[in-house]
């Protein structure tokens, strides 16, 4: 290690002086060995305008690989950045420099392989200077390349890296990394030269006994197989001599395997020489692989023991299946009796390769197996004689299509259950100590996998109902009599059981879950053990709960289930209390009608029965517990039609909240310090939680509760109020971390909540009431509240609250908006403006309630003094600057209305007027600015859309009056587009050239009408800047968005076709 003080900053820094490579040396290996005083010195060094001028010295000299790693990096990032400023003749002399070097470093077996890691960055290198300069300034690099490959093997071997980096380069990460231009002018080169590559492909493969070049070869011809014509794969000896020959050769097999798998997922559209082709290959790779794995073989015991090229195998020949069949299935059925015995080899193999305990393999394996029950189920669903559905109709009735697969499906059945991950509403679990314990923490790949497999066993079960029943019936006989019994194949089968529900025939479904429900209850009494009982017990409550249609059918099933369901209600073992509340709160959403019917043989509606029980019921509960029960008897009692029977029924079931409210009250009337006990702050969270729950059940019929207890909970509130600011007054902000003042400040964040929650929930018919009756008494406890109070004790719920009755009560809430202003605006402005990280959640609802303000009652904003006026829009201009995505998001979107409201005002519009020309260049400035910003390429679409709003307004003369306040300009649209080239001049100089700005902004103004070609110009604009020539994918945010969304509303669409693939409620 070196000091600094032996090292000279001055011998590195010096560019007028040649560099002395050893002090560098020097540096830059003590850096490495831990002196971190070197950092500054180089970062500068590195950062340094010439230091480019450098590399060549450091490559050709250094004998430290950090420091040749260093002139790279270097290299690297002037190619990215600055290359365009570079004379040319050094761009040429640099692109000299890195090929010879390349070249001198590839010419032996035992240089290429000593400097290997090198040799690779310079690859990329040479791949970003191809970037910038080919095809334009160097058509000849790939006649070049294939030429010098034919002077040694090992130049050979890393020329085949090149074009492999290459062609990922452009086809596979050119998204966001170039112009859409330069991205199209690169492939149409790449394809048109192409021969000459496949050219020496084929002569190596034919003639070279180097196996590491063939190897390289072949990897690299797997990245070309994606985008090349496909005349080169099926017009030759291509597929042929890789089926035929290369994947014979252990040593090949993989990167042989690889290729056959990309070449099996082409399609041939129909051309019959192609076809003939991949089912040549198929029958070829299949009839090798019965060599490799006999039938019966435990592949699962081979992958666990093999080493890495045996698990490679095994993994590649499950893409090259799954591949090949999904792409031509019909053609291989279609093919004779070859293909189709190997059509059935190739899929007992899957189902071997499907028992692998490989979370990667099984996903590849369930895509396939979820396609094939997919489009066997398509193909037999409908009769093609009588239009008719076929399914459910005895295994005789089906087609012979369907018969010749019945095998393969019901050993895939035994599969997927064994397989079965656990679905979300299972909160126990075993864990890795084998002891049954409550989940702490979702698995949310083992939700998404369970719903990919519920697709797959819900087709299934549709293509043979009676092989699915008589699979599971069996398996749960074997747990019943214990001769499969464990916990692991008991949770699997019943996973499987719940997630048919919906695809069996009402009949059937009826048989089978009566006679599953028995066999389940019929262990839980037989078991002994709390473990095995709470195993079982966590079953029962998902199937039942995965059953609506079922319980919905049968009453006395339902009665019986739901009393089973409080009674593991009293059951202390971890997690099953948690599982009874939030099973019965599904079944009280998805059967509540039959909950307040009059049923056969009842007395009264068991409603009425459940509440008269809720106090033994719920006594072992805890209050999180409590809670849930609440809001499932809530969604109850909102299924009773009669208004007075639902008011009573609430009235019931509140009885227990309201009393522990009243003794509450009561007390605070006798000695008011009674409210700031401990015991009654935890009591009265309690009560308001209880509430909330019930609010949400009940949504606008909540109305009744929330007037018995409405102006005592204010009034709570504001007792509490005045304690939280007290405190915070007299011992600091230190305060707000005691027991007593965090409970109080729940308090009074579940009263805003539950308000909030019946505003949003409340009916049109409703607003008048609220906005006459409950507003008056609300707003000024809460607003003289929220002005008065100190800032860490002011709650981020009240700004929320507001912006919940401006946006759901509309255009009256304009006449209170100006005291609404006056409470909240410049105290919160106070509290945020310092930083971007200060009370984030105040920030947040802030930005919220000026949103929904704009968007309902714009009038009251143009009410406001211009003063005032400019706080509102520069809190706007401050939100669109935020790091916080939400609240730049927010701040764009209260833009982008405010730009629509005085839009539709028209041209003469005074207020208008006054608007664009105090604010529009500040606009456009602002949104240039985070336009640019790499913090804020999340919120493209909303920068386009305002810039292409602004420039619409100029064009369209919705603008009457001149936005300049001096010098001459024709009109309105000459000023901004010269306002813009100022600010692209100011803000960009050193990055993008006056003739790029000019065409820039020429091309925005010419394209406003297009919104695709506005965002495509603003795009290869930011692509041009340095902070975006990486990494630019947010920029298609919104295009990606769109197309997941479509895609997804297809896919909807086509699973409602399909019964029990959207669960029924």
């Known amino acids: 290690e070196f000091a600094p003080s032996e090292i000279s900053p001055e011998a590195i820094l010096d560019f007028k002086s040649p560099l002395n490579i050893g002090i560098l040396d020097q540096a830059v290996n003590a850096f490495y060995s831990g002196n971190q005083d070197l950092q500054p010195i180089l970062v500068q060094f590195k950062q340094h305008p010439q230091a480019w001028t450098r590399v060549d010295t450091i490559l050709d000299k250094s004998q430290s690989p950090y420091c040749k790693m260093l002139g790279l990096s270097i290299l690297d990032d002037t190619i990215k950045y600055n290359w365009g400023r570079l004379p040319p003749q050094h761009r040429k002399g640099i692109r000299q420099f890195i090929v010879a070097l390349i070249i001198k470093l590839s010419s032996s077996k035992e240089l290429l392989k000593k400097n290997a890691t090198f040799v690779m960055k310079l690859n990329v290198v040479l791949v970003q200077i191809l970037k910038k300069e080919w095809p334009h300034n160097w058509p000849n690099f790939i006649p070049e390349l294939v030429n010098s490959s034919k002077t040694s093997p090992s130049l050979c071997t890393n020329n085949m ?162 591949g090949t069949l999904k792409t031509h299935l019909r053609a291989i059925e279609a093919g004779g009796a070859d293909c189709q015995k190997a059509l059935l080899a190739s899929l007992q193999y899957l189902l071997m390769i499907s028992a692998v305990d490989d979370m990667v393999i099984w996903k590849i394996c369930l895509e396939y197996w979820n396609a094939l029950v997919e489009d066997l189920y398509t193909s037999e669903r409908v009769s093609p004689g009588s239009g008719k559905l076929m399914l459910g109709a005895s295994i005789n009735h089906r087609s012979d299509r369907l018969q010749g697969y019945s095998q393969i499906l019901s050993r895939l059945r035994i599969v997927m259950i064994a397989k079965m991950p656990r679905p979300e509403e299972v909160l126990i679990m075993e864990d890795e100590n084998g002891q049954i314990v409550r989940e702490t923490m979702k698995d949310t790949d083992a939700i998404t996998l369970y719903k990919s497999m519920r697709d797959g066993l819900v087709y299934l079960t549709h293509l043979d109902p009676q092989d699915t029943q008589t699979t599971m019936v069996m398996k749960l006989r074997r747990q019943v009599d214990g001769t499969e019994w464990s916990w692991n194949n008991l949770n699997t089968l019943c996973w499987a059981i719940g997630s048919i529900s919906g695809a069996l025939e009402e009949q059937h479904e009826k048989t089978f879950l009566v006679r599953v429900i028995k066999d389940l209850l019929g262990m839980c009494e037989m078991k002994k053990g709390k473990d095995h009982k709470a195993v079982i017990a966590s079953n029962i409550m998902y199937v039942v709960g995965q059953y609506p249609r079922f319980l919905r059918m049968h009453w006395k099933f339902l009665k019986t289930v739901v009393n089973k369901l409080f009674e593991f209600m009293h059951e ?145 509130y504001k007792s509490y109020s005045g304690f939280v600011s007290n405190e915070i007054k007299n011992k600091g902000s230190a305060a707000t971390a005691t027991v007593i003042v965090r409970y109080m400040r729940a308090v009074k964040k579940e009263t805003l909540n539950l308000i909030k929650a019946f505003v949003i929930a409340s009916k049109p018919q409703q607003h008048e009431m609220i906005f006459k009756k409950l507003l008056p008494a609300l707003l000024d406890p809460v607003l003289d509240d929220y002005k008065r109070n100190v800032a860490p004790a002011r709650d981020a719920e009240v700004l929320l609250l507001i912006a919940a009755l401006v946006e759901n009560i509309g255009r009256p809430m304009a006449e209170v908006v100006p005291r609404i202003l006056d409470s909240t605006f410049q105290c919160t402005l106070n509290m945020i403006k310092s930083n971007f990280h200060d009370f984030p959640e105040v920030r947040r609802n802030f930005f919220r309630m000026i949103k929904a303000i704009n968007s309902r009652c714009f009038g009251a904003l143009l009410k406001l003094k211009p003063a005032d006026f400019k706080l509102v829009m520069d809190s706007i201009m401050w939100a669109i600057n935020h790091i916080d995505r939400t609240i730049a998001d927010i701040g764009l979107k209260t833009l982008v209305d405010m730009l629509e409201h005085f839009q539709s005002a028209g041209a003469g519009s005074k207020a208008a007027a006054i608007f664009y020309k105090t604010y529009y260049v500040l606009i456009l400035k602002e949104i240039l600015k985070v336009l640019s910003d790499t913090f804020h390429k999340h919120s493209f679409p909303l920068h386009a859309k305002i810039m292409q709003k602004l420039f619409i307004a100029v064009q369209s003369n919705a603008i009457h009056v001149p936005l300049w306040s001096s010098g001459r300009f024709q009109n309105n649209v000459d000023y901004v587009q010269k306002a813009l080239m100022n600010l692209l001049g100011n803000s960009f100089k050193s990055r993008i050239s006056e003739k790029q700005a000019h065409a820039f902004v020429g091309k925005v103004f010419n394209s406003t009408k297009s919104e695709r070609d506005f965002k495509r110009h603003l795009r290869d604009f930011l692509i041009q800047l340095k902070e975006f020539s990486t990494n630019t994918e947010e920029l298609y945010l919104e295009e990606k968005q769109k197309q997941r969304d479509d895609q997804k509303a297809d896919q909807k669409a086509r699973r409602r076709a399909v019964p029990g693939l959207i669960k029924p409620e």
């Open 161 to 322: 890296q090149i074009l492999k980096l290459l062609s990922e380069e452009v086809f596979d990460y050119s998204s966001g990394q170039m112009t859409q231009i330069k991205m199209q002018e690169m492939k149409r080169s790449l394809n048109k030269q192409f021969a000459l590559i496949f050219k020496l492909c084929e002569f190596i493969l034919k003639n070279s006994k180097d196996a590491m070049l063939i190897s390289v070869t072949l990897n690299t011809l797997q990245r070309f197989l994606k985008w090349i014509p496909v005349g080169y794969i099926f017009e030759t000896k291509l597929v042929e001599s890789l089926a035929l020959q290369f994947f014979k050769e252990q040593q090949f097999q993989n990167a042989t395997l690889q290729c056959l798998a990309d070449i099996g997922s082409i399609e041939t559209k129909g051309k019959r020489e192609y076809t003939n082709k991949i089912l040549s290959m198929f029958k070829a790779v299949i009839g090798q692989v019965s060599k490799l794995m006999q039938r019966g073989m435990d592949v699962n015991k081979v992958y666990r023991n093999g080493n890495q090229n045996v698990c490679t195998f095994i993994r590649q020949l499950a893409l090259f299946i799954t």
């Open 572 to 716: 202390r073992f971890p997690g099953v209390q948690d599982m009874s509340c939030d099973t019965f709160l599904k079944i009280a959403k998805s059967c509540r009608r039959k909950f307040v019917q009059l049923q056969d043989d009842e007395d009264m509606p068991f409603i009425r029965e459940i509440i008269e029980r809720l106090p033994s019921t719920i006594q072992d509960l805890d209050q999180s517990q409590m809670h849930t029960f609440y809001e499932a008897v809530g969604h109850i009692i909102r299924a009773e039609t009669d208004l007075q029977n639902n008011q009573n029924l609430l009235t019931r079931l509140m009885n227990l909240p309201n009393q522990t409210w009243a003794q509450i009250i009561t007390g605070a009337n006798r000695n008011l310090q009674s409210l700031h006990d401990i015991g009654t702050v935890k009591t009265a969270i309690n009560v308001l939680r209880t509430n909330n729950r019930v609010a949400s059940a009940l949504e606008h019929l909540y109305f009744v509760q929330l007037g018995r207890i409405y102006l005592e909970m204010l009034q709570v």
